[in-house]
C-alpha cells in the first residue's frame, strides 16, 4: 500500500483526498516506478481546486510529470533499479499522475534521468524547463547563432520563459525579456541573463502585416496577438520557436513574414517529440544549467500540503518552484 492524492467530482465540485492504494489500483501500462519527486505549477493548481476544466476522467491522480526509479518493467529499455523521468503524455490529465508514491505508465513516455541531475533537480527543471530546452534547440537547428542579433523571449517570467532566458544567456545569446510586470520581475530576468526586459504594454497594440526588423530570433510562450507581433518583427531569415497557447488559438497574421523575410516558425511541443531528442534535450539541460539556479527559491512540500499550495499556486502566492517529496 502507499499514499497517492486522488482527486474525484462531487456535485462539479472537485474534491482531493490522500488515500491509501496499491500498484493494482493503477492504470495499464509496463513500466512501474517507485516515485521519488513530482512538481507542483499553475496547471497542477487549476485541476486541484477544480478551477480549470483539466481533468477528463475522475478519479485522477494530478501531477503533470515526476521522476523515480524503476520498480517493474515490461520492456527491453529499462532494468528494475532504473532512473527515469516523465514530462508530458497526459500523466494528471487522463492518465494517473506523479502525485503518488508509485506510477504506473508506458516505457515509450519514460527518458533516463540523466547522471548530471537528481531527482529534484529534475522537478525544479520539470516540464516547462524540458519545454524551454526544445525552443533553444529549435533555434540552434534553424542555424540561429549566439552572433546573430538580439533573441526576444515573451512570457519570459513564466516557468518555459524564465528557463529559456537562462539557457540563451549560458549560451552567449543576447536576450530581450518581455513581462508584464517589469517592476516586479525586471531583476529577476536580468539576473538570469536578460540584457534588456520590455514591457508586455509595447505588444499590444495590433500588429501590421510588417514593421521595424528587431529581432534574430524569438521564443513565443503566448501566442496568438502577441506572437502575431513577434512575426511582424523578424528579421530577413530569422526564427521563433512557439510553445504556448495562453493567448488563445488564433494567430491574426499574414503570409507576408514568411515570404518577404523568410521567418519560420517553429511548433514546439513537448510530448510529440522523438525518444532520441528528448534525452538529448534533458543531458544539454542538466550540461547548461549553472548552479546558481539550482540555488533559486524552491518550495519542498509533502503530499499532504498539496491542497493548501495548489489554492496558494492559483492566487500567485507562491514565489519559486514547488516540488513534491513523495
Known sequence: MFNALILNQEDKRTIATIEQIDAEQLPEGDVLVEVDYSSLNFKDGLAITGKGKIIRQFPMVPG????????????????????????????????????????????????????????KQAMMVGTAGFTAMLCVQALLDAGI?????????????????????????????????VTGRVEQNGPLLEKLGAKRVIDRSEFEEPA???????????????????????????????AVAACGLAGGFDLPTTVMPFILRNVRLQGVDSVNCPFEKRVAAWEKLAELLPESYFEQACNEINLEQVPTYAESITNGQVTGRVVIKL
Open 208 to 238: 501590421r502585416p510588417l514593421e521595424k526588423q528587431i529581432w534574430a530570433g524569438a521564443i513565443d510562450t503566448v501566442g496568438s496577438k502577441m506572437l502575431a507581433k513577434v512575426l511582424a518583427q523578424m528579421d530577413y531569415n530569422s
Open 64 to 119: 503533470i510529470d515526476f521522476t523515480g526509479t524503476v520498480i517493474e518493467s515490461g520492456c527491453d529499455r529499462y532494468q528494475a533499479g532504473d532512473q527515469v523521468v516523465l514530462t508530458g503524455w497526459g500523466v494528471g490529465e487522463n492518465h494517473w499522475g506523479g502525485m503518488a508514491q508509485q506510477a504506473r505508465v508506458k516505457s515509450q513516455w519514460l527518458v533516463p534521468l540523466s547522471e548530471k541531475l537528481n531527482g
Open 145 to 177: 547563432e549566439p552572433n546573430a542579433g538580439e533573441i526576444l523571449v515573451t512570457g519570459a517570467s513564466g516557468g518555459v520563459g524564465s528557463v529559456a532566458v537562462t539557457l540563451l544567456s549560458q549560451l552567449g545569446y543576447q536576450v530581450a525579456a
